[in-house]
Nanobody, 112 residues
Framework: QVQLVESGGGLVQPGGSLRLSCAASGFNFSRIGMSWYRQAPGKERELVAS????????NYADSVKGRFTISRDNVKKMVYLEMNSLKPDDTAVYYCRFSVYWGQGTQVTVSS
């Protein structure tokens, strides 16, 4: 069955960095575009970044452009989200997603 398992979240100070990982299994990963979403307390879930199946094209929310980088490794069946210059507004649960499938999420907290 399809599984998406996120990891790498945690507590970081403003200006810090984190790298999130999503391990995928149960589907033909190398043919599927992938996305990262996030949901902050009291807010709707929003798209953060997406990447095509080959990794040749990426897309970012305006709020993270220039700070976050999405990438993938089709051999390892992994998707990554490198997050730099983190701000308190980046605090949220981050989810890996494709189609109707979501991971369980990983908490990112940006606070001093």
């Amino acid at each position: 069955q399809v599984q998406l398992v996120e990891s790498g979240g945690g507590l970081v100070q403003p200006g810090g960095s984190l790298r999130l990982s999503c391990a995928a299994s149960g589907f033909n990963f190398s043919r599927i575009g992938m996305s990262w979403y996030r949901q902050a307390p009291g807010k709707e879930r929003e798209l953060v970044a997406s990447i095509t199946s080959t990794g040749g094209s990426t897309n970012y929310a305006d709020s993270v452009k220039g700070r976050f980088t999405i990438s993938r490794d089709n051999v390892k069946k992994m998707v990554y989200l490198e997050m730099n210059s983190l701000k308190p507004d980046d605090t949220a649960v981050y989810y890996c997603r494709f189609s109707v499938y979501w991971g369980q999420g990983t908490q990112v907290t940006v606070s001093s």
